[in-house]
């Protein structure tokens, strides 16, 4: 193995060699594995040879060659060494792997991971911010062992049991460098909000966070508040949160969960160089309520920030990984191969960043599959560590740098667990992006009534029929709100989320309650949950 800084010839050879990963040994050096060995307690207790560390070496060069052997990862790792006396064969790996245990490597990404951006580097913050997106992604495929199987279960569809174990990996990435700021994995069954939960402690109030329609729950996004933390999450569209107050942009602010929160509603289409149009709709929801300081066509652009992680998950899942199965047949070796690639994705994104920073260029022109060549290369030769930024690694991205991005569109296509070669059609072409020639982004006005005060409520139902003194106050509100706009038809559920009630059976109990109000002639029933102003005047007409 090479020491740092140490020419081939000269480096430490034989039984008790330090280690090293080519040109990323700067970001993993050895004191740093000495360091969480230690921690874990995983130091071998005698002399060996293959120490503890060359151990954790071994491990991360083991996910930089997905797709051969430990043998052969062991050849390619001792390659560029002048002189290796150890020979180990797959068992003595295999062994070594079992001893060093996925605790080490767990310690080992923790230290690694965190923000990557530079203060003031291109496409990392929206003002002041730090934007970071919370996803997960289930489709890693584990080898079809009964421990894999008893740990973490096979994913069910309707056309059957997927034909591997699947792992869940929930990440919260920083957007403008791609960079991890925490991960944790484990069985699918256990649910996108259990695992993204176990993230919330690495949010920090320079952050702003991005999430898709599967993060817009009211205790989520509490907790995610109760961080420091801004957010703006995409929600349902058939969402009707009440409207508190208007804002000339269109958005209008409501209350949830104790928030004050603002919600944007946009209409985007999409014009392709095919001729084709695409038209879809947006509501998100956002703690950014200045529709000054943060225009919602401002906030609409920068939700699609959140993408960044699916380009992440692409180059951790596909281009690192490279393999459609796993190595590993039970779950601790599961454990201590996930956290070796977290790790070795961490550094990679490390030295882009940097490389990229000092070109003062945007980290989304930065290739990971030209990094990932030029580590594997590094490792081989056994290349001393990278003293500066413009080293192996940094000078083979900053001189393939990818052009600016170009907006394209593509289908989405839902992953199929099962085998698809059958419902494959004989001649069908992979989709591809079809590039985008105009956006056209529309602010939607809310057609919702700002909720009456309960003040003004006795007012505009003063000439009604006598109310019960202990009518409900929502239900009073709403016989508010249908008589001060007559022109309308109000639909139940859309009243009973304007006034706040949410489960099944608040709203059940207040469709009831508004059935009786119309029996009692205060209310016209005009279909199933739809209801309208009485159509007699409240009032007597004045006398001619």
Known sequence: MSECGIAVSDRASGLFAPGHLGALTSLVPTELVDAVLAATGRTQRRLRMLPSRVGVYLVLAMVLFPQVGLAGVWVRLTAGLAQVVVSPSEKALRDLRRRVGPEPLAALFATVAGPLGWPGQPGVRYRSWRTVAFD???????????????????????????????????????????????????????????????????????????????????????????????????????????????????????????????????????????????????????????????????????????????????????????????????????AQEMWALLTIYQVLRTAMTDAAATAGADPDRTGFTTALAAARDSLILAEPAETSLSGRIGTQVLAAMLPPRRPRTSPRAIKAATPRYRARHRGEQHRTGTPITTIDINIIPTDLPPTPPALDAAIVLADLPPLHPTTRPDVLQALAIIHTHPDRTHRCATLGRLLGLTTRRELNAFGVALRKQARLGRINKTGTGTYTATTTPLTPPPNP
């Open 136 to 334: 997960g992604c289930s489709s890693w495929k584990l080898p079809d062992t009964d421990r894999n199987r008893a740990r973490f279960g096979r994913v069910r569809q309707p056309a059957g049991v997927a034909a591997y174990p699947a792992l869940m990996l929930m990440a919260l990435v920083e957007t403008g460098t791609r960079g991890l700021i925490g991960a944790v994995f484990g069985p699918t069954s256990t649910g996108e909000f259990a695992w993204a939960r176990q993230l919330l402690p690495m949010l920090a109030p320079d952050m702003l966070v991005l999430a898709d329609r599967g993060f817009d729950a009211r205790k989520f996004l509490s907790q995610i508040s109760g961080t420091g933390a801004e957010f703006l999450v995409r929600a349902r569209v058939t969402r009707i949160l009440p409207a508190t107050e208007l804002l000339l942009d269109g958005s209008y602010l409501t209350r949830l969960g104790g928030m004050t929160l603002r919600v944007i509603t946009a209409r985007i289409e999409v014009a392709c160089a095919d001729g084709t149009v695409t038209t879809t709709e947006y509501r998100l929801l956002t703690t950014l309520t200045d529709h000054r300081t943060d225009p919602a066509q401002d906030l609409v652009l920068l939700y699609h920030e959140r993408w960044e992680i699916e380009t992440a998950f692409l180059a951790l899942r596909h281009t690192l990984a490279g393999r459609t199965v796993l190595r590993s047949g039970d779950p601790v070796g599961i």
